[in-house]
């Protein structure tokens, strides 16, 4: 019945903004315990690799540093996308990866914005501020056509799917080491067809958040 | 045992008792609530002890998250410098006295290790630790390696993240002992891990030694849940095994805890001593107490005992007076009435004991016991002693009665008392009264005497009765006759005896006559052994045949010689014989002793008539005739060569038994002779039934033969009588010549005395006949 209730709402927010003559993907995400999981990143490739897409004109993308946090949590990238980084705070943020797609490290006064920073090789690339433990922000490097993120209410949307076979995965910063499925097949017979998945992840919790609510005082 | 101490052990026995059941009452409750605190405290400190390990590891975790956010740290663990890594860990643990650091990857495997081991572990084997971390910090007790360890997991972040470091933390004897040092833990705590096999093996005790694991865990892989009581190295504990948070990859971790219930007792053992020490004044107050208390019952009912033996010997003067009321007081009352009694009723059987019913004068015993006190008292001064009889009384006793015989004395008694005045009257017997006159010589004592034969001379008249009753006396005088009461007493009776046969019938006691004085009393006794001893001797005296002028008899007569009164004739000690049954046996002797001197005298051929004296008594052995047969046979005596000789009075008014053993005699052929003839009741009727051959005239005519012509006449007309009736005649006591001569004319046939020879003994009669003039061989036929 869960299931049944889930598969209405997924055609009561996906038929109205569906344009005509595409087939959309909404994907609900949860976590284990059915709770909505927000930030995590559908991507949708076809399976046949020859169907490659041109690729898009490369965008900077800023990655804001306000009241200590990074703005957004995570941001897609496509290949040879640069990124700059922001403070808007009045501390000094130290943001650095150690990631293998991408190493940097930045210290940035208040107000102060880093240089552009392509990033050519595909991959998560963690960020975070050596000065403020709890911030943290993934730069998502992808060459997948369809790409979204999932919003508060759990669900991603994607639309203009051609009729053919795909893999859709699903990931997410807090994902747990090892576990949980986060591919799945879809199939677009029509191109008017609106589809629904679902994945259920397994996910640590909020980094950004302090581990223990009783130390949150400082 | 005396009451005293039943009493006083009585009471210590209790209090004791009393003492020991509180005693083990209030230890038995005492340490059931020792050991329910210890459980309690136990159940507290099993929880605390997990606390405090949660607390230890919030620090350690703290401590390992600060280290984690070391940004080199994490660079180098970003870039996977593993040796950078290792030396990095290994000073942090230090930091955080970890025994060991691992770095973790997010696959479980273990990328750094500060501890070298070989093999190289590849995987973290407490994987529910490293799952548990990748959210949050995890920590748990693990046993490794048979080693028990704290080990946090702490994820890192750089700044996803990217592994996570693993702090591992010794849990030993140290670790123990700090915690102890804070009070968190109790004095024994041990911690125990299941080995591989399922058993239990200590890994660290906090204090050395006490074997609590080893016991409470001992073979089995179950352990109690609740506090146990168990005794362990000689101490008892109350004992809780808790188990402790583990990773679920590691083998169960048991802390076992300890309470001590010795230690938890101490402070009460000071109690106990102080206890004893109470119990020990308590145990001595309460004997002293029960000693005092005894005493105080006791005491009086000993005095009241020494009383009751007292009265027993008895003093009946009243019991001490005994200050206490109740039992004791009427004991004491009831023993003083008690000794009143007796002594009322001594009294009285005293007074009727020493005094006569019928005539209400002392008894003898009373009355000799007065006179004893006087004479003691005026000692020196005399006395006389008046025995009065009443001969007649008791033939008039058995011809009228006693009852008459009472009034009868009590009327003497009366009449007694009138002349007697202060003297003391006693009634000395049935029919004998006693005076004591004090300070009175023997003068007073016959005047006195015959004024009582005079008033008991009246008859007693009674009715138409008039009573003649043959009063005597005998008079004992002091200190003439005796210095004791019983001594007085006796001779008074003796001389009233001899009163008594006397045509005067008062008498005054003569020690010559009196046949009781003591000597012959011994000389009885004497008498038995004289025979045994041989101190007796036959001496013959001759017997001259006046018709042939040839001795041809003899009379045998017996000697004594005492060994310190030296020869005593037989007159004195023949009556003795006779009267204390030994003449029998003096009569066998000296038969014996004749029959062998005439068998003696035959050999030499020198042939006697042997006279021998029978007493009056031996004629009542009817086996004399029998024995003197056998005697004449052993000897080869001839029965002619005896004579028998008896006195009149001994064959007087004998039975027929006496009579009968004469003829016997005589019928063996023996003769027999009348001694002593012509001074007692001779009867020649009663002579004619007795089978006598010889007549003996007593000496006392012979003696004034010489002078006398009627004593002549008597013995001629005795011997003429004699011969008529065809008996043989002899003289005793010749004692001249004119005598003998005499004797010769009137034709009698033996003479005998002094003038001839007196008596003799064997040897000296043999030298006597060899001068003799009368000396014949073998004249006897």
Known sequence: MRWFRFATAV???????????????????????????????????????????????????????????????????????????????????????????????????????????????????????????????????????????????????????????????????QLRPGAGVDSQRLTIADATELKGLTFTLSLLPDPRLPPDRERAGY | MSFRLRLAVFLVASLAILQSVTAVLVYEVTRRQVVAEGKRQLAIAGTTFARRLDDVSARVSDNVQVLTLDFALRSAIAQRDRDTVRSALRNHGRRIGAARMLLIGLDGTIDADTQEVSPPERKFPFTDLVEGALEKPTAALVAWDDQVFWIVVVPVHAPALIGLIAASIPVDEVFLQREQEQSVLPKTTELALQNSNGNWVVVARANAGSGLAGQLLAEKPEYPEKPALIEAAGREYVALATPLHTSRESRPIVAVLGYSLDEALQPYRSVAVTWAVLLAFGLVAGLLGSVLIARGVSRPIEALAATARRIASGDYRPAPPIAQAGEVGELAAALTNMAEAISEREEHIRFQNAHDNATGLMTRVA????????????????????????????????????????????????????????????????????????????????????????????????????????????????????????????????????????????????????????????????LREAIDRRQLQMHYQPKLNLATG????????????????????????????????????????????????????????????????????????????????????????????????????????????????LRQLADLGIDLAID?????????????????????????????????????????????????LGYRVTAEGVTDQTSLDYLGEIGCDHAQGFFISRALPPDAFDAFLAASPWHRENLLT
């Open chain 1, 11 to 173: 055609v009561y927010i996906c038929a109205p903004s569906a344009p005509a003559g595409a087939a959309g993907l909404g994907v609900r995400i949860s976590d284990t315990r059915g709770n909505a999981v927000s930030d995590a990143v559908i991507t949708v490739a076809p399976q046949a690799a020859g169907s490659v897409q041109p690729a898009p004109t490369p965008a900077t993308r800023v990655i804001d540093q306000k009241n200590e946090t990074f703005i957004p949590y995570i941001e897609v990238f496509r290949p040879g996308d640069k990124v700059v980084f922001h403070n808007s705070d009045n501390t000094r943020h130290h943001a650095y990866s150690f990631a293998p797609a991408r190493q940097f490290e930045f210290v940035l006064a208040p107000g102060e914005s880093s240089t552009a920073l392509q990033l050519d090789k595909l991959g998560v690339i963690a960020v975070g501020c050596n000065i403020h433990d709890q911030m943290i922000t993934y730069l998502y490097v992808t060459d997948a056509p369809h790409v979204a993120r999932s919003g508060e209410d759990g669900i991603a949307q994607l639309s203009n799917l051609a009729k053919g076979e795909y893999d859709v995965r699903a990931w997410h910063p």
């Open chain 2, 367 to 526: 009355a000799e016991a007065a006179i004893q006190q006087m004479i003691d008292v005026e000692s020196g001064s005399g006395g006389s002693l008046l025995m009065v009889a009443l001969a007649r009384l008791p033939e008039i006793t058995k011809t009228l009665g006693h009852a008459i015989s009472d009034r009868l004395m009590r009327d003497a008694a009366t009449r007694i008392r009138g002349p007697a005045g202060a003297a003391l009257v006693a009634r000395a017997s049935d029919s004998e009264f006693l005076v004591w006159m004090r300070q009175a010589g023997q003068g007073d004592a016959i005047a006195l005497s015959f004024r009582l034969l005079d008033v008991l001379g009246e008859p007693y008249r009674e009715a138409d009765l008039a009573i003649d009753v043959a009063p005597a006396v005998g008079i004992a005088l002091h200190p003439l006759h005796g210095t004791q009461a019983s001594a007085l007493l006796q001779r008074a009776e003796v001389a009233l005896f001899a009163a008594l046969g006397a045509d005067e019938p008062v008498a005054v006691y003569d020690p010559g006559a009196d046949p009781h004085r003591p000597e012959r009393l011994s000389l009885m006794s004497e």
């Open chain 2, 676 to 724: 002593d003839f012509g001074v007692g009741q001779s009867s020649f009727a009663y002579l004619r039934r007795l089978p006598v051959r010889e007549l003996k005239i007593d000496k006392s005519f012979l003696l004034r033969l010489a002078m006398g012509a009627e004593d002549r006449t008597i013995v001629r007309s005795i011997v003429e009588l004699g011969h008529r």
């Open chain 2, 550 to 661: 040839a001795i041809d008899g003899v009379e045998g007569l017996v000697r004594w010689q005492h060994p310190k009164l030296g020869l005593i004739g037989p007159d004195m000690f023949i009556p003795l014989a006779e009267e204390t049954g030994n003449i029998r046996r003096l009569t066998r002797w000296v038969l014996a002793t004749c029959i062998a001197q005439a068998h003696a005298w035959d050999l030499r051929n020198r042939r006697f008539r042997f006279a021998i004296n029978l007493s009056a008594r031996d004629l009542d052995d009817p086996d004399l005739p029998h024995r003197v047969g056998e005697l004449l046979a052993i000897h080869a005596v001839t029965p002619r060569q005896i004579l028998l000789e008896i006195t009149e009075s001994a064959v007087m008014g004998k039975p027929d038994a006496a009579i009968r053993v």
